[in-house]
Nanobody, 126 residues
């Protein structure tokens, strides 16, 4: 079992920055990959970014590449999502998720993640 708790959401003006955090507990944190997903109003949940257990490999959705950065501090059991140059289209509930099948990532996830947090709301306004 893995428990995930997101924090850091809020309202920010377009062009601004926000950093989300996700605290994990329950298993050896470095032993699994971690990802961020989001769900905008009226849309399906979509992949944002993923990071390997070591933190050395990352993948991003094209829509956030160059603006967002995912990284993890294994000593703190925490994964982060640094979001820069935010646009109105980034407004969504952001979820962190764990893939406990492997710490290795070879691209965006192709199967479901194993554990999910409850989400944190990000609102980008003009």
């Amino acid at each position: 079992q893995v428990q995930l708790v997101e924090s850091g959401g809020g309202q920010v003006q377009a062009g601004g920055s926000l950093r989300l955090s996700c605290a994990a507990s329950g298993r050896t944190f470095s032993g699994y990959a971690m990802g961020w997903f989001r769900q905008a109003p009226g849309k399906e949940r979509e992949f944002v970014a993923i990071v390997s257990g070591s933190g050395g490999t990352t993948y991003y959705a094209d829509s956030v590449k160059g603006r967002f950065a995912i990284f993890r501090e294994n000593a703190e059991n925490t994964v982060y999502l640094q979001m820069n140059s935010l646009t109105l289209e980034d407004t969504a509930v952001y979820y962190c998720a764990a893939d406990v099948q492997s710490p290795v990532v070879r691209g965006p996830p192709t199967s479901g993640m194993d554990y999910w947090g409850k989400g944190t709301l990000v609102i980008v306004s003009q």
